[in-house]
């Protein structure tokens, strides 16, 4: 009886934000990662740790450092949260990520912004509960299938070389990045290379409702799914392509919240949700889409945003809920860092993630590559 009331006094108190700090992180990916909106190889890092109750919630900023995915980049994070979100959280008693994100309800849109500092809460919360994100989240399992998400490569032969080493690793899902004049050829290859396994295609919103043919094309190669071949804000035109291809269409860039997903799977403008947290402001938004596919009958995988330890473990947290039924891009940390700013190295086995244990999210910082990475650092009290 007394260790009930005192666990509802504990739910009522919440926790003060006591101190936030960032750092940014100077990283460098194993491959060049070309996608139809650029190429990239250099990949700084945001670091969030929120502090409270002498317990440290960890996030990490996803966003990109050119905004060709979304308008938000590591820089507009950075000064959203510096300019906006942390003031209105500092000194603040908090007893949920509802609350937190009642707080910041006035900044419109920087969803990845503000994102870091809900998922650093659920990280706080978690480990104030004692319990593994996963299951302070409602998660059913532990062992994450994995896919691996490949970028535009030179030639069709080292495009089908890169699939064959994937598939060898055990990844379960193998996406292809495509764009206008490196489409149907190139995964016709693929898909003759490899009959069986698990292929879908990634367009990052590089086609008009005019290259339908190209989609109809793509349609004969038995593909899992054709994520984001429209633009990065639309519904309605994806709708009108859904209706002509068989392939489920994936989207990606245009799914902000739980609406969007309610609007976008009421208009069949696709079938399937990438579903990633920091698009979708964070942890608990990212559960009320999961909640709104579920609903439709739609399966969610966990999108990636080529995080570090941090990101990722939390990517692996979410991918518990039980509508991710299909393979996320939640590939093996060793598949892009030579080393990482968790100390131990999140990798697939055999193309499966097990889900960190210990209460939060898992893991913890390698300070000595941080404090050799760093680029820049500051603190709000
Ligand atoms: O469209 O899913 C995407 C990376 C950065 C921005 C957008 C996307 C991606 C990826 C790679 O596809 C995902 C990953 O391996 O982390
Ligand atoms: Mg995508």
């Not at 071949?229 to 035109?237: E, G, K, Q, R």
């Not at 945003?305 to 509508?323: F, V």
Request: glycine share 8%; hydrophobic share 40%; with cysteine.
């Amino acid at each position: 009886m007394a260790g009930n009331v005192q666990l509802l006094q504990k739910h009522r108190t919440g926790m003060k934000i006591e101190r936030i700090e960032l750092k940014e992180v100077s990283m460098k990916l194993r491959f060049n990662f070309e996608t139809s909106f650029g190429a990239q190889q250099d990949r700084n890092i945001i670091l969030l740790t929120m502090h409270s109750e002498g317990l440290e919630g960890y996030s990490e900023g996803v966003a990109g450092e050119y905004p060709g995915y979304a308008y938000e980049t590591r820089e507009t994070t950075w000064a959203v949260l510096k300019e906006f979100a942390i003031p209105l959280l500092l000194g603040k008693d908090i007893s949920t990520p509802a609350q937190l994100l009642h707080e910041l309800r006035f900044i419109r849109g920087h969803n990845m912004a503000v994102a870091a500092l809900e998922m650093a809460f659920w990280d706080l919360q978690a480990k104030a509960a004692g319990l593994p994100l996963w299951q302070f989240l409602g998660g059913v399992r532990t062992a994450i299938p994995t896919g691996a998400s490949l970028g535009i490569q030179p030639t069709v032969e080292e495009t089908v070389d890169y699939v064959a080493r994937h598939v060898e690793e055990g990844y379960k899902r193998i996406k292809l990045k495509i764009k206008p004049g490196w489409d149907v050829q190139m995964v016709r290859a693929v898909r003759e290379a490899f009959p069986d396994i698990d292929l879908t295609v990634d367009a990052n919103s590089a086609y008009r409702l005019t290259d339908a043919r190209v989609m109809q094309e793509l349609d004969e190669l038995d593909l899992t799914y054709i994520e984001q071949p429209l633009a990065y804000d639309d519904i309605v035109d994806h709708a009108k392509l859904q209706a002509q291809i068989g392939t489920p269409i994936c989207l990606d860039e245009s799914i902000h919240s739980p609406e969007d997903t309610r609007k976008a799977l009421e208009l069949d403008a696709g079938r399937v949700i990438n579903l990633k947290v920091g698009r979708v402001r964070g942890h608990l938004q990212a559960r009320r889409v999961h909640d709104v596919a579920l609903s439709f009958g739609a399966p969610v995988w966990c999108g990636g945003m080529l995080e570090a330890g941090i990101g990722r473990a939390h990517n692996l947290h979410l991918s518990s809920l039980e509508n991710f039924v299909l393979p996320g891009d939640t590939a093996s940390a060793s598949r892009y860092w030579d080393e990482d700013v968790t100390s131990v190295m999140l990798d697939a086995v055999d193309g499966v993630q097990q889900i960190p244990d210990g209460p939060g999210i898992g893991v913890e910082l390698n300070d000595d590559f941080i404090s050799r990475s760093l680029v820049r650092s500051e603190e709000f009290a």
